[in-house]
């Protein structure tokens, strides 16, 4: 029986690997340099996260696997008060973005896709509104708090998000020579 990560990806298992890690790196470090906005430090990790899983095409197991590397990466670099939380919200946001990947038909708009827009900004929309939930309405029962972080920190980085995916996706994929399906 194979373990989550010899089955991260049905490409070579390898280079999926090393896909997964070089771009949750990648978010990673952009985290760490990135200066906040209004005092909020975008997750880019998650925007990485979503983009390996749109390249990789991993099995459910897989996916959540990856969610837990870039949750324990993302906890590494947080400057939340509360960054073990990342452990729930990272794989809840690659969960949402391995179904989006699998559920959605292909679907093209001129001769881009739209499916790494959705994957992500779905994907970015639930890891942030766990996260948010967890911290302003379980733990200090604010919802007016929740809904201000909600509407001035996920939905703009679920966008900010969706937008890198699409803009890195084709590009990456011809390097990659993935030719994944759609």
């Given at each position: 029986?194979?373990?989550?990560?010899?089955?991260?990806?049905?490409?070579?298992?390898?280079?999926?690997?090393?896909?997964?890690?070089?771009?949750?790196?990648?978010?990673?470090?952009?985290?760490?340099?990135?200066?906040?906005?209004?005092?909020?430090?975008?997750?880019?990790?998650?925007?990485?996260?979503?983009?390996?899983?749109?390249?990789?095409?991993?099995?459910?197991?897989?996916?959540?696997?990856?969610?837990?590397?870039?949750?324990?990466?993302?906890?590494?670099?947080?400057?939340?008060?509360?960054?073990?939380?990342?452990?729930?919200?990272?794989?809840?946001?690659?969960?949402?973005?391995y179904l989006m990947i699998r559920v959605l038909p292909k679907v093209k708009v001129s001769e881009y896709f739209i499916k790494p827009i959705l994957?992500?900004?779905?994907?970015?929309?639930?890891?942030?509104?766990?996260?948010?939930?967890?911290?302003?309405?379980?733990?200090?029962?604010?919802?007016?708090?929740?809904?201000?972080?909600?509407?001035?920190?996920?939905?703009?980085?679920?966008?900010?998000?969706?937008?890198?995916?699409?803009?890195?996706?084709?590009?990456?994929?011809?390097?990659?020579?993935?030719n994944n399906p759609n």
């Open positions: 029986m194979q373990t989550p990560l010899e089955n991260v990806g049905r490409k070579s298992n390898l280079s999926s690997i090393a896909i997964v890690a070089v771009l949750i790196a990648i978010g990673a470090a952009l985290r760490m340099f990135v200066p906040p906005a209004f005092g909020i430090t975008p997750n880019f990790v998650i925007a990485m996260y979503c983009l390996a899983i749109l390249l990789t095409r991993p099995t459910l197991s897989g996916a959540l696997v990856i969610g837990l590397v870039a949750g324990v990466v993302s906890m590494l670099t947080s400057k939340s008060a509360i960054p073990y939380l990342n452990l729930i919200s990272e794989p809840t946001g690659a969960l949402v973005a994957a992500t900004f779905l994907g970015t929309l639930a890891s942030g509104s766990v996260y948010v939930f967890i911290t302003k309405v379980l733990l200090v029962w604010k919802v007016a708090a929740a809904l201000s972080a909600f509407a001035f920190v996920v939905l703009p980085m679920s966008v900010i998000n969706a937008v890198i995916a699409y803009v890195l996706y084709l590009p990456a994929q011809k390097i990659l020579n993935t």
